[in-house]
């Protein structure tokens, strides 16, 4: 639990300064509803990104327990 809570911070992180670094300015005058609709799916996708990240080491190190058996 606590590495899907690690990779969905590092994950939104990275997320934002991606958003930050196109630097767009039409998404600079929005409102205040799609702020958080776009800091939503932000966290979102980073949940998303770090659910699978999470499957994939963990399901990886189980096969290779399994194969090294």
Do not use: C, P, S, Y
């Amino acid at each position: 639990m606590l590495m899907m809570i690690v990779l969905t911070v590092l994950a939104a992180m990275a997320l934002g300064w991606r958003e930050t670094r196109r630097n767009d300015v039409a998404a600079a005058k929005v409102g205040w509803v799609a702020r958080q609709k776009r800091r939503a799916n932000r966290w979102v996708t980073a949940a998303a990104i770090a659910a699978i990240f999470t499957l994939v080491v963990l399901g990886g190190t189980q096969w290779l327990r399994v194969w090294l058996q």
